[in-house]
C-alpha cells in the first residue's frame, strides 16, 4: 500500500473509534457526523482489506490487526503533529490554543488558581478544559492528542510517556474538633480503633492508604467509600468517621469545616503527584510551554 493511497484524516478516526469504543462518541470527539465516520470506517475497511472493528452490544470492538497496528499508528500521527508544531513558534501572549489537562478533583483545585492567574497574565487567550481521565486509558490520550499533560499518582506507563514529580505530600488525619477519641493529637492504636473514610473512584478494592498499612502490617476498618474528598470533609465534620487524605489538600479545604489536621501516626509512603505527557509531545512548544507553567504553578 503506497503512502499517497492513505487519507491521513482517516487514521484519525481510526485511532479515535478505538479510543471511544464506538461510531457515536466518536463522531462527538471529532466533531463528525456519525455517518461521516460510518463512511470512513468502511474506506478504513476497504483500505486494510479488514474489518478493523466488530459489534458486541454498544461496543465497537478492536480486531487482531487494529490492536496491532493501533500502538504504531499513534506514535506515528503524534510524530507527524509534533513536526508540524516544531514549524510553528508559539507565542503565549497572542496563542488562542486550548488546552486539555487530565486532573483529579483535589489535584485541580490545587493547581487551578495559581494556573489561571498566570494565564491571565502571560496568555489571557490560552483557554484549558480540566477532564477526569480514566487511568487505563491515560496513554492512548496522551498519545492521540486528547490530553495534553495529566496530573496523577505514580501510575505504570511505557517509555512512550514521559513523567516527571511535581509535589512531595504526606499523609495526614483528619477528624472533627469535638471527637470523643482524638483531641489534638491521634496515636496508632486510637487511628486504627476508628472508623474510616476513603475516597476512592474504585468500586472496591483497597486504597492506597489500606496497601500502607497493610506492609506495616496493620488493618483499619472503612465504613464509607466516597469519590470526593470535599463530600468526604464535610462528612467528617458531622460524624465521629476519620478521614486520611495529602496534607496540603487537607490544610486547604478542612478550613472550611474546622476539623482537625493532624499529623498520619504511621509512616506511610508519600502521596506525591507527577506531570505526564507523551514523548512525541516533548519537543512541541505549546506542550513545553504549558509544562513549564504547570511546574512552576505546583513549585508555588
Not at 459489534?55 to 487482531?64: K, L
Not at 495559581?114 to 484549558?128: D, I, S, Y
Request: glycine share 6%; charged share 20%.
Amino acid at each position: 500500500m503506497h503512502i499517497s493511497r492513505v487519507d491521513l484524516n482517516l487514521l484519525v478516526v481510526l485511532d479515535t473509534i478505538y479510543t471511544e469504543g464506538g461510531i457515536t462518541k466518536a463522531a462527538d470527539k471529532l466533531h463528525l457526523t456519525q455517518p461521516a465516520i460510518s463512511h470512513a470506517l468502511a474506506r478504513l475497511r476497504d483500505l486494510f482489506n479488514d474489518p478493523l472493528f466488530e459489534r458486541q452490544g454498544h461496543r465497537m470492538v478492536p480486531t487482531a490487526l487494529t490492536k496491532r497496528i493501533i500502538d504504531p499508528l499513534r506514535g506515528s500521527l503524534q510524530s507527524l503533529g509534533s513536526l508540524l508544531n516544531d514549524t510553528q513558534s508559539f507565542d503565549a501572549a497572542t496563542s488562542t490554543k486550548r488546552f486539555v489537562i487530565g486532573l483529579r478533583d483535589f489535584m485541580e483545585s490545587t493547581v487551578m488558581p495559581p494556573l489561571m492567574r498566570t494565564l491571565a497574565r502571560e496568555a489571557p487567550g490560552v483557554e484549558v478544559a480540566s477532564v477526569r481521565a480514566s487511568r487505563r486509558s491515560l496513554e492512548g490520550e496522551l498519545a492521540a492528542g486528547t490530553l495534553d499533560l495529566a496530573v496523577d499518582v505514580l501510575l505504570p506507563v511505557s517509555d512512550a510517556v514521559k513523567f516527571t514529580r511535581i509535589t512531595v505530600d504526606g499523609a495526614a488525619v483528619v477528624a472533627r474538633q469535638g471527637h470523643p477519641a482524638i483531641q489534638g493529637s491521634v496515636d496508632i492504636d486510637t487511628y486504627l480503633a476508628q472508623r474510616h473514610v476513603l475516597v476512592t473512584t474504585r468500586r472496591q478494592g483497597p486504597g492506597f492508604e489500606d496497601i500502607e498499612l497493610r506492609r506495616l502490617g496493620m488493618q483499619r476498618q472503612v465504613a464509607l467509600r466516597c469519590q470526593y474528598y470535599f463530600a468526604a470533609c464535610r462528612t467528617v465534620s458531622q460524624t465521629d468517621l476519620v478521614l486520611t487524605m495529602p496534607e496540603s489538600y487537607a490544610h486547604m479545604v478542612n478550613k472550611t469545616f474546622g476539623n482537625q489536621v493532624l499529623p498520619m501516626p504511621a509512616p506511610l509512603s508519600s502521596m506525591d503527584a507527577y506531570l505526564y505527557w507523551h514523548a512525541s509531545a516533548d519537543n512541541d512548544a505549546a506542550n513545553r510551554w504549558l509544562r513549564s507553567v504547570m511546574l512552576s504553578c505546583y513549585a508555588r
